[in-house]
Structures are given as structure tokens and as C-alpha cells.
């Protein structure tokens, strides 16, 4: 069974940095791409980066090119989200979640773990 649990969030001030882990269970980390995603209060899912399963090859969403980068550790069956120059418009519950093949998939939304909060206020 595929399990994953988000950890870093929390509350930080505009401009300030947190990085989100991702620990991953239950399936072969290092065969499958990775995204994160996130879910604004009153908004829909959003996806915001992924990266495929070697972890060479990342891409971002245009809002958060540039300021957040993606990475992971298949030795420690791992995903991270480094965030930078967080802006309020960041705030949102962050989910990491398991791709349906070594390369990032558009579109698809796979398994999520139970995601961990992100508020970027002064």
C-alpha cells in the first residue's frame, strides 16, 4: 500500500523559506516520478512541481518557478520541496504525491499522502 506523510509546513513571513519533506512507504520510490501539489482555501488542487524518478529532469509551475525547487533522495525513499521568497498567494495545503510512471505525467493526480499546511502571512 502506498503510504506518504508531508512534514515542514508552518507559519512564515512573506519572503521567508521552508522546506517540505515527503517520506514515502509501500512501493519502489526510486521507479516513479513525484509531484507536489497544492490546495489554496476555496480553491481546487493545483499542481506546482514534479520530478521524474532519477530526479534530473524537474519542472515547476510557472507561480512558483524560480523561488521553489524540487528535489529527492532515493536512498531515503524521500521527495523535498525547497520553498524560497515565500508570498502569501503560497498559502495552502501542500500534498506530495506518487506518479504512474518514471517521468511526470501531465494531468494526473495519483496517490496523496494527508498533506501539510503552509501559511505565508506577516
Known amino acids: 500500500e502506498v503510504h506518504l506523510v508531508e512534514s515542514g509546513g508552518g507559519l512564515v513571513q512573506p519572503g521567508g523559506s521552508l522546506r517540505l519533506s515527503c517520506a514515502a512507504s509501500?512501493?519502489?520510490?526510486?521507479?516513479?516520478?513525484m509531484s507536489w501539489f497544492r490546495q489554496a482555501p476555496g480553491k481546487g488542487l493545483e499542481w506546482v512541481s514534479g520530478i521524474n524518478s532519477a530526479g534530473d529532469w524537474p519542472h515547476y509551475d510557472w507561480s512558483v518557478k524560480g523561488r521553489f525547487t524540487i528535489s529527492r533522495d532515493n536512498a531515503k525513499d524521500t521527495l523535498y520541496l525547497q520553498m524560497n521568497n515565500l508570498k502569501p498567494e503560497d498559502t495552502a495545503i501542500y500534498y506530495c504525491?506518487?506518479?504512474?510512471?518514471?517521468?511526470?505525467?501531465?494531468?494526473?493526480?495519483?496517490?496523496r499522502g494527508q498533506g501539510t499546511q503552509v501559511t505565508v502571512s506577516s
Open positions: 509501500g512501493f519502489i520510490f526510486s521507479s516513479f516520478a
Open positions: 504525491a506518487k506518479d504512474r510512471s518514471s517521468v511526470v505525467s501531465d494531468g494526473y493526480v495519483g496517490v
